[in-house]
């Protein structure tokens, strides 16, 4: 059974740089991208970026570059998301996404998410 | 502002059919497959229908998907009240280089 299990919830403050993790199993890891999805407190889904945890290669949107680092680490098939330089427009739950052998192609299964809360 | 459009809500009775829209462009919809999500309140997404109009294993066929040109559609038939949720059209983006959303659509079954 593929699960995503995502670490606890977080409060930060403004400038604050938060990293959450992402346990993975029931499938090969190196096989299949992974994706960090942004969906703020009563907002739609925003893609955040990938990685291939066979290569570490990353692709991020445009939007997060640059306050956005998204590793693997195929010794505990775990991927992470660090966000620096918070701000509270960043309050929101972050999920990470199993994606397919093809960036292109959908992600199927998804973490619980990871509240990230950001306050002075 | 999302990049691909949907209406921010739509609804129906018990047994309705409904659909719901969305419209992108060349970049995303236009050369891209499609892929819908459902996310049930307080809950994660699931992957509802992909690749235009597949449905993974354990969704019921009163889901279906189509595409044409720039826009796409999530057809929900003999509608329940447990489809009461949120539904996110996605594709890649080419132009972007990156995955797009569309804004959501609430659905409330009256």
């Known amino acids: 059974e593929v699960q995503l299990v995502q670490s606890g919830a977080e409060v930060k403050k403004p400038g604050a740089t938060v990293k959450i993790s992402c346990k993975v199993s029931?499938?090969?890891?190196?096989?299949?991208?992974m994706h960090w999805v942004q969906q703020a407190p009563g907002k739609g889904l925003e893609w955040m970026g990938l990685v291939d945890p066979e290569d570490g290669e990353t692709l991020y949107a445009e939007r997060f570059q640059g306050r956005v680092t998204i590793t693997a680490d195929t010794s505990t098939d775990t991927v992470y998301m660090e966000l620096s330089s918070l701000r509270s427009e960043d309050t929101a739950v972050y999920y990470c996404?199993?994606?397919?052998?093809?960036?292109?192609?959908?992600?199927?299964?998804w973490g619980q998410g990871t509240l990230v809360s950001v306050s002075s | 502002q999302s990049v691909l459009t949907q209406p921010p809500s739509a609804s129906g009775t018990p047994g309705q059919r409904v659909t719901i829209s969305c419209s992108g462009s060349?970049?995303?919809?236009?050369?891209?497959?499609v892929n819908w999500y459902q996310q049930l309140p307080g809950t994660a997404p699931k992957l509802l229908i992909y690749r235009n109009n597949q449905r993974p294993s354990g969704v019921p066929d009163r889901f279906s998907g189509s595409k044409s040109g720039t826009s796409a559609s999530l057809a929900i038939s003999g509608l329940q009240s447990e489809d009461e949720a949120d539904y996110y059209c996605a594709a890649w983006d080419d132009s972007l280089n990156g995955w797009v959303f569309g804004g959501g659509t609430k659905l409330t079954v009256l």
């Open positions: 029931g499938y090969t890891f190196t096989d299949y991208y």
């Open positions: 060349s970049s995303n919809i236009g050369s891209n497959t």
């Open positions: 996404a199993k994606g397919h052998q093809s960036p292109r192609l959908p992600f199927d299964y």
